[in-house]
T-cell receptor, first 115, second 111 residues
C-alpha cells in the first residue's frame, strides 16, 4: 500500500536554529513528493515539490528538501528558523496510476519555535 | 484574485441533520477534492472529481455525498449517516498531479 510517514509528531526549535523535518515514503515506484504548510485554522499551502531531476529542491519561505531514493526519504530543511515558521507541516506523495491516482498525506509534524 | 472559497467557515449541526459545505474555485482547475482533517490524523480524502459530472469515492466516503454540476463548484453534503461529523473540512483543486490549492476550510461541529 502507498504510504507517507512523518515520524515526528511535534518538534520544538529555537528561533535562528536549523530545522529538519523527516518524511519517508513507501510506493511501488518513485512518487511525486510535496511539502505543505498549514497555519492554525487555515488551509494548506504548497512549500515545494519534487517530480524528477535535481534531488535538492528549493521552495518558498527559504525552505528546501532533499530527495534520497536509497533512503526513501524527502526531508524538509531550513537553515535558520523564524518565529513565523511555527505551523504544521505535511509531507505528501502522488503516484500516477490513472483514474485512481490520489495524493497521500503524512500525519503531519507540528513545529513550535521558541524565542 | 484567483482562489478557492469555502463557506461557511463555521457551522453547527444538530444530530440527524444534513448540512452542505460550499466550495467554489475560479482557478479553472479540472480536479477538485474534499478532505477531512482530525487532530493527529492528517488529511483523509472523502471524495474527488477529475471532471464535471464525474466523481469518485475517497478513503472515507461513507456518510458523505457530493455533486459536480459545474467546473467551478464541488459542494459536500454531510448526511445524518455520518456518525462522527465534527471535523475540519478542506476543499482543494488542482491542475497538476498532486499540486493542490486549498481553501481556508470549514469547521463543522455537531451539537
Amino acid at each position: 500500500a502507498q504510504s507517507v510517514t512523518q515520524p515526528d509528531i511535534h518538534i520544538t526549535v529555537s528561533e535562528g536554529a536549523s530545522l529538519e523535518l523527516r518524511c519517508n515514503y513507501s510506493y511501488g515506484a518513485t512518487p511525486y513528493l510535496f511539502w505543505y504548510v498549514q497555519s492554525p485554522g487555515q488551509g494548506l499551502q504548497l512549500l515545494l515539490k519534487y517530480f524528477s531531476g535535481d534531488t535538492l529542491v528549493q521552495g518558498i519561505k527559504g525552505f528546501e528538501a532533499e530527495f534520497k531514493r536509497s533512503q526513501s526519504s524527502f526531508n524538509l530543511r531550513k537553515p535558520s528558523v523564524h518565529w513565523s515558521d511555527a505551523a504544521e507541516y505535511f509531507c505528501a506523495g502522488y503516484l500516477n496510476t490513472g483514474t485512481a491516482s490520489k495524493l497521500t498525506f503524512g500525519t503531519g509534524t507540528r513545529l513550535q519555535v521558541t524565542l | 484574485d484567483g482562489g478557492i472559497t469555502q463557506s461557511p467557515k463555521y457551522l453547527f449541526r444538530k444530530e440527524g441533520q444534513n448540512v452542505t459545505l460550499s466550495c467554489e474555485q475560479n482557478l479553472n482547475h479540472d480536479a477538485m477534492y474534499w478532505y477531512r482533517q482530525d487532530p493527529g490524523q492528517g488529511l483523509r480524502l472523502i471524495y474527488y472529481s477529475q471532471i464535471v459530472n464525474d466523481f469518485q469515492k475517497g478513503d472515507i466516503a461513507e456518510g458523505y455525498s457530493v455533486s459536480r454540476e459545474k467546473k467551478e463548484s464541488f459542494p459536500l453534503t454531510v448526511t445524518s449517516a455520518q456518525k462522527n461529523p465534527t471535523a475540519f473540512y478542506l476543499c482543494a483543486s488542482s491542475i497538476k498531479y498532486g499540486e493542490l490549492f486549498f481553501g481556508e476550510g470549514s469547521r463543522l461541529t455537531v451539537l
